[in-house]
């Protein structure tokens, strides 16, 4: 499926399936591909919800808007496009997400740096 968040139409794969919802997130240049054999073997027990970045996989290809920032801000605007968040966010970007999941008490955030 495809969602429309800021300006952009991003491929989604939501295996919907368990209360509890998991994210997978790609690095530059992964697709919903990256994460294929990990949801195999979660979909029976979570939500797992894979998405490409914008210019990536099936998602839309925008001339611009590749800034981290960008990217964070699809993937929150996703997050509350699938119902996973609520409500209105204050603050700058990463405090926003970790204040809003906080009220909404998602159990594990989590950053993978490289």
Known sequence: M?????????????EDEGSLA???MNFWGGSTETWKQVTA??????????YD??????????ETGYSIKSLAK???ALMF???LLEGKLKGS???RLLRHCRSQKVN???WNIR
């Open 41 to 50: 073997k979660l979909k029976d027990n979570f939500r797992c919800i894979t």
């Open 2 to 14: 495809y969602c429309a968040v800021n300006n952009v139409k991003l491929f989604v794969k939501d």
């Open 53 to 62: 970045n914008r210019g990536w996989g099936k998602s839309e290809k925008p």
């Open 22 to 24: 998991l994210v997978f």
């Open 74 to 76: 699809d993937a929150l």
């Open 93 to 95: 970007l990463k405090l």
């Open 108 to 110: 594990t955030l989590s």
């Open 81 to 83: 496009d699938l119902s």
